[in-house]
C-alpha cells in the first residue's frame, strides 16, 4: 500500500523541478503550464506589532442602494447653558493663573497658537485693558478671528459690561470652539511647575 501512495505520489511530481511539490507553491507561470492542481498554502494572519492591541475585523454591511451610510453619528450638541457655565468657569481659572509671571508668559504664549496672534500683540493689548485677563484676550482674539471685527471693538464691548459668552453668541461664534481653546491655554498654564 506504501508503495502504491509512492508511486502516485511520483507520478504527480515528475513534470515540476524536484522539490517544488513539497512547498506548496508554485514558481511564477507554472500554474499555466501544469494547471493549479497543487494545494495552495494557507495566507497566515499579520501578526501584530508588540506592544499594540490587535484591531478586531469589522463585519461587512451590505450598503441598500440609495440610502446613505452614516458610519459614526455626531455627537449630540450638549446645552448651551453647560457651555457657557464652562467657558465663565475657564475665564476665571486662566485669570487667576496669570498672576505668577512664568505662568503668564506661558498663557500667552498658548493664547498665540490657539488665537494666531502674536505674543506681543498679546502683550500689548493687555498693557492697553489692564482689567481684562488672559482668558479675556484669548477671547478678544478668537471671536475677532471668526468675524469682521477688531479685538479691541470686543473688548471694548467687554468693559461695557457684556460677558464673553454674550459677545461670542452675538456674533454666532460657536462656544465648544472657544471653550476647547480655553481649555487649551488654562492646561498649559496648570503645567508650569
Not at 14 to 25: C, Y
Not at 62 to 75: D, E, H, L, Q, R
Not at 83 to 96: C, F, G, M, P, T
Amino acid at each position: 500500500m506504501l508503495v502504491a501512495l509512492c508511486a502516485v505520489q511520483a507520478a504527480d511530481d515528475k513534470d515540476l523541478p524536484p522539490g517544488l511539490r513539497k512547498k506548496d507553491k508554485l514558481p511564477p507561470g507554472w500554474e499555466k503550464k501544469v494547471g493549479d492542481t497543487a494545494p495552495t498554502a494557507p495566507v497566515p494572519a499579520t501578526p501584530s506589532v508588540p506592544g499594540t492591541p490587535a484591531v478586531p475585523a469589522t463585519p461587512a454591511v451590505p450598503a441598500t442602494p440609495g440610502v446613505p451610510v452614516v458610519k459614526n453619528p455626531p455627537p449630540a450638541p450638549r446645552p448651551i447653558k453647560v457651555v457657557k457655565a464652562e467657558v465663565n468657569d475657564r475665564l476665571q481659572s486662566i485669570n487667576k493663573l496669570d498672576g505668577r509671571p512664568a505662568v503668564l508668559r506661558v498663557g500667552l504664549d498658548a493664547a498665540a497658537r490657539e488665537t494666531g496672534v502674536t505674543v506681543s500683540k498679546l502683550q500689548t493689548q493687555r498693557k492697553e485693558h489692564p482689567d481684562v485677563g488672559t482668558g479675556g484676550l484669548v477671547m478678544a482674539n478668537a471671536i475677532a478671528a471668526q468675524t469682521n471685527k477688531k479685538p479691541a471693538q470686543l473688548l471694548a464691548l467687554h468693559k461695557e459690561g457684556k460677558s464673553w459668552d454674550q459677545i461670542a453668541i452675538d456674533n454666532k461664534v460657536d462656544m465648544e470652539v472657544l471653550n476647547a481653546k480655553l481649555g487649551r491655554v488654562e492646561q498649559a498654564m496648570r503645567n508650569v511647575k
